[in-house]
């Protein structure tokens, strides 16, 4: 038997932190739930492609089901309230207070589904003076001082062959941090708020 096998993940991310995380949870037995804005996940458009989604996309998704929502409808919560009120985990990617405006941030959805574990992937975290920049894995990379490490003779830095933030920041932390939130919740039947920072 695998180890996640009856666990509901509601995925809301895209590009490659969550779900990388939802994969993982996904290959351990987890029903992963991927919810799709209307025009669908910008990465199915990524070349090369693999049927009529991309490489990439086919790669990170499978072994998923995939949902499309309106995140911005009025009556977004009533939509998908059955599937929070079924969930144990909900993963989002999106910058501090946004899945809030939408009526969507953890304090809404526990009022919901009190068992929840909530797990937010964000570059720095949800308060804090770089809490709203938008930024990618090079950044990351460039700011802690990691190109400097894979620069040439020169000096100069080269693109790193790996996207060491959105893995190793972002989805193994936020991948360990829910399982350790499952966990607490076995213990104490309450679910929590996952802050992980790339």
Do not use: W
Request: proline share 6%.
């Amino acid at each position: 038997m695998q180890p996640l096998k009856g666990i509901k993940v509601l995925d809301f991310s895209t590009l490659l932190p969550g779900p990388m995380c939802t994969l993982m949870l996904a290959e351990a037995g987890a029903d992963v739930i991927k919810i799709e804005r209307s025009a669908g996940d910008e990465m199915r458009a990524y070349t090369p492609k693999f049927g009529t989604d991309s490489v990439n996309f086919a790669l990170l998704n499978r072994g998923k089901k995939s949902i499309v929502a309106d995140l911005k409808s009025p009556g977004i919560i009533k939509q998908i309230e059955s599937l929070v009120g079924e969930a144990d985990v909900l993963v989002e990617q999106f910058r501090p207070g946004v899945m809030d405006r939408l009526g969507l941030g953890f304090a809404d959805l526990s009022k919901i589904n009190p068992r929840l574990i909530y797990c937010s992937i964000t570059g720095y975290g949800q308060s804090g003076p770089y809490s709203q920049i938008a930024a990618h894995d090079l950044n990351y990379q460039a700011q802690t001082g990691m190109l400097n490490l894979a620069g040439d003779d020169s000096g100069k830095p080269s693109l790193p062959p790996m996207l060491t933030a959105d893995l190793a920041g972002g989805a193994y932390p936020a991948m360990m941090n829910i399982l350790l939130g499952l966990r607490k919740r076995d213990l104490d039947g309450m679910g929590c708020h996952i802050d992980i920072s790339m």
